[in-house]
């Protein structure tokens, strides 16, 4: 998925979006780089949701924003 995405970047003449795959509790990004993160499915998974929210949060530069797609219990979920 990651190099699909990357090749349509490219095919798009994107040059300012970065498709990166690592845990987002611990994955070393660089402190304040990023304008925006989105998280599609993935923060339902956390173990550590304080640690991966914390982690995104450095990585952010001030204003940036998180934009999350997450299913909320079943029975709030569309049938």
Request: hydrophobic residues 40%; proline residues 5%; charged residues 25%.
């Given at each position: 998925m990651l190099e699909r995405a990357r090749d349509a970047a490219v095919k798009e003449g994107l040059t300012n979006v970065i498709f990166d795959?690592?845990?987002a509790q611990v994955h070393p990004f660089p402190p304040g780089t990023f304008d925006a993160v989105i998280s599609r499915f993935g923060i339902m998974f956390f173990a550590d949701p304080i640690a991966?929210?914390?982690n995104?949060?450095?990585a952010?530069?001030?204003?940036?924003?998180?934009?999350v797609v997450c299913w909320?219990?079943?029975s709030r979920n569309p049938g």
């Open positions: 795959q690592g845990d991966g929210f914390a995104i949060g450095r952010l530069r001030p204003a940036g924003r998180l934009i909320q219990e079943l």
